[in-house]
């Protein structure tokens, strides 16, 4: 899964998201907490800079490369999550 970080130089935007000015690593903090909701492990959380490759995204950039946060999650099993499984 890929995020725009575009997001944090926007003021507006931040205001909206309730996002600190330096909201990097809130942000971060926050999909974990939401994927971990969910039942998902965020294994990998990378900082990309890239050309987008969609419509939308090239619309989005501007012609500049496009900042993302590129996620890797995974399901937690229920073990992982302390709960027993069927026997």
Not at 12 to 32: I, K, T, V
């Amino acid at each position: 899964m890929r995020v725009n970080l575009s997001v944090l130089g926007d003021p507006a935007a931040r205001a909206r998201l309730n996002l600190a000015p330096a909201g990097h690593q809130e942000l971060e903090d926050r999909l974990r907490a939401g994927y971990r909701a969910a039942g998902l492990h965020l294994a990998a959380v990378r900082r990309v800079d890239r050309d987008p490759d969609t419509s939308w995204g090239r619309r989005l950039a501007q012609g500049r490369p496009l900042p993302l946060l590129a996620l890797d999650a995974r399901v937690v099993t229920a073990g992982e999550r302390g709960i027993a499984g069927p026997r």
